[in-house]
């Protein structure tokens, strides 16, 4: 399976830029932000399997509603959705679908079809770092943290996860060591990472927030 792992954005949105991001995921098929899904290629972008399905935008059109997203995704997942009645323990259906769900931001769905994935295959750290990573977006850091750790006891040394899991470390509870010690983890294991830059990157602005207590929110770096 082509690696296509969602990623955490490093600050905050507003509701409107999430609805916004929402759109563009759907028609361009780019999750957008930091966080990279399991399976993904950090220096590239995925194409999304269903964009063509989903409705054009015009121009200056209201921004969609949180209900509209919701049914632009249930639109998108319906062929996955039925063919999951004849093959319900299909992981790839199961994965495909919460994908569709995660792109359109309606994450505790998502959440579901990568729990029941994971019920078949509870090794898929693919699907778990996918998981986790909506559990980021729900407000869940603790969760997010603990699947992105089971993920690593399958896989110890898988980029993408080590990635997100620094993310969270740091936005979701300050942990400046904890932060730097996963991604230089990440470096020292994967010496042909792509995403090797922004990885040095990251770890130059989070020692900006050395000496805070962990625990305390983070703040976007300007």
């Known amino acids: 399976m082509t690696e296509t792992n969602r990623s955490i954005k490093t600050e905050q949105w507003t509701s409107v830029q999430a609805y916004v991001l929402a759109v563009i995921c759907l028609l361009v098929g780019i ?6 899904r399991g399976s ?4 590239g972008t995925e ?17 969609p509603t949180p209900a509209q997203m919701q049914k632009m995704a249930d639109a998108q997942a319906a ?4 063919k999951l009645k004849a093959d319900p323990n299909n992981v790839a259906l199961l994965e495909s679908t919460g994908n569709v769900y995660y792109d359109a931001q ?13 019920r078949v295959e509870p090794a898929n750290t693919s699907v778990r770092t996918d998981m986790a990573t909506a559990y980021w977006y ?3 850091a603790d969760t997010s943290i603990a699947e992105l750790q089971k993920s690593l006891s399958y896989e110890p040394n898988k980029a ?8 969270v470390e740091w936005q979701g509870k300050m942990d400046i060591d904890k932060a730097l010690a996963t991604w230089q983890k990440l470096l020292d294991t994967n010496p042909n990472y792509e995403g ?9 602005q989070v020692k900006k927030h050395a000496g805070v207590k962990p625990g305390t929110p983070a703040k976007p770096l300007q």
Do not use: R
């Open 79 to 82: 062929p996955l959705v039925e």
């Open 47 to 63: 194409t999304a399997s269903a964009a063509a399905a989903a409705p054009a935008i015009a121009p200056g059109t209201q921004t």
């Open 160 to 167: 993408n996860t080590l990635f997100n899991l620094g993310i």
């Open 31 to 36: 999750a957008g932000g930091w966080l990279i």
């Open 106 to 118: 309606q994450f505790p769905t998502a959440i579901d079809y990568y729990q029941q994935a994971l």
């Open 138 to 140: 729900t407000g869940n």
């Open 40 to 43: 993904q290629n950090p220096a």
């Open 196 to 204: 090797k830059a922004k990885v040095l990157e990251l770890m130059v």
